[in-house]
């Protein structure tokens, strides 16, 4: 799967947080995926993005990578159903509030387990048929 060049993604506002930059640019290098919204928690909340994906494929794929059988388990994807966002839309989430080396550690981990998924020996499994 072609995932998107560094000219392609969307550019991230300048007061995101530091620890979300590398999983929404992840995020946005996904065929189909856009982050719009996201936070560490500040130790108050979980850590989250919202993102829009029209891609099954890649859908697909992100669930594979937060799958506790093929990660940490410190994450999940829901469907945002809000009435006031349109079709399409996703909340990538950590499961408890992380802060620190976990968190670090966790995010760094879902990086590479979400761009293995991607990788282009997974193309056939994941054809869309």
């Known amino acids: 799967m072609k995932l998107k060049t560094e000219e392609e993604i969307i550019k991230l506002p300048e007061d995101i947080d530091k620890e979300c930059i590398e999983i929404c640019n992840t995020l946005n290098r996904l065929p189909g995926t856009e982050t719009f919204e996201s936070c560490m928690g500040h130790g108050k909340h979980g850590f989250w ?3 829009k994906c029209y891609d099954i494929d890649t859908l697909s794929r ?3 990578a937060v799958d506790r059988n093929y990660s940490d388990g410190n994450w999940e994807i ?3 159903s809000t009435d006031s966002r349109p079709l399409g ?5 950590s499961k408890r509030i992380l802060q620190g080396e976990e968190l670090e550690k966790s995010l ?3 990086v590479v387990n ?3 998924w991607f990788k282009d020996e997974f193309d056939s499994y994941y ?3």
């Open 49 to 51: 993005v919202f993102f």
């Open 89 to 93: 839309n996703f909340w990538l989430r």
């Open 114 to 116: 979400i761009l293995y």
């Open 108 to 110: 760094k981990e879902l």
């Open 78 to 80: 829901l469907v945002d």
């Open 127 to 129: 054809a869309q048929t």
């Open 62 to 64: 992100l669930g594979r």
